[in-house]
């Protein structure tokens, strides 16, 4: 079974960083590429950024690119996403997800919430 | 960016009827369109990808059709767990850009 856990959320000021974590199992991890997708508060899905599964090719929305870095280690089994320069429009969920056939995402994790204000 | 575009943003329908939602793209997607379902406090679930092939659990009361710029959601006799937000996406290329939203209601 596909578990997908995240951590790392929090309240964060505004200018400040973050560093969310997913957790994976279930898989070959190292097979496939992984995602972030956020959702602000009553709002729809965004998707944020990508990453093969070797980690040699990354991807990124414009909104976030060059403030947030998605990184891997398939020793682990952990996808990570380094968010800096944090402003207030950056508060939302932000799920971690799987895609086996890219860029189609096939599982979700449940989220992690991160509040960008003073 | 490929604009994905929902309708009707709220649909109201009684249990044990017919739902159809709509999703049109900017531009030509070919059949790399997903519908995905969320329920309150849960994260997203894949229902159809590929247009209309459900994904893995999925009832067989779920059906996708369209291709190119023009997609529906068709959920035959609506159940009760049916009722949630329903978003479609296209993976075709990046960014793949969700569509707002359709949130289906109980009448």
């Known amino acids: 079974e596909v578990q997908l856990l995240e951590s790392g959320g929090g309240l964060i000021q505004p200018g400040g960083s973050l560093r969310l974590s997913c957790a994976a199992s279930?898989?070959?991890?190292?097979?496939?590429?992984m995602s972030w997708v956020r959702q602000a508060p009553g709002k729809g899905l965004e998707w944020v950024s990508a990453i093969s599964g070797s980690g040699g090719g990354t991807y990124y929305a414009d909104s976030v690119k060059g403030r947030f870095t998605i990184s891997r280690d398939n020793s682990k089994n952990t996808v990570y996403l380094q968010m800096n320069s944090l402003r207030a429009e950056d508060t939302a969920v932000y799920y971690c997800a799987l895609m086996i056939t890219f860029p189609l995402i096939d599982y979700w994790g449940q989220g992690t919430l991160v509040t960008v204000s003073s | 960016e490929i604009v994905m575009t929902q309708s009707p943003a709220t649909l109201s329908v009684s249990p044990g009827e017919r739902a159809t939602l709509s999703c049109r793209a900017s531009?030509?997607?070919?059949?790399?369109l997903a519908w995905y379902q969320q329920k309150p406090g849960q994260a997203p679930r894949l229902v159809i990808y590929g247009a209309s092939t459900r994904a893995t659990g999925i009832p067989a009361r779920f059906s996708g059709s369209g291709s190119g710029t023009e997609f529906t959601l068709t959920i035959s006799s609506l159940q009760s767990e049916d009722f949630a937000v329903y978003y479609c996406?296209?993976?075709?290329?990046?960014?793949?850009?969700f569509g707002q939203g359709t949130r289906l209601e109980i009448k």
């Open positions: 996406q296209h993976y075709h290329n990046l960014p793949p850009s």
């Open positions: 531009q030509s997607v070919s059949s790399n």
């Open positions: 279930g898989f070959s991890f190292s097979s496939y590429a």
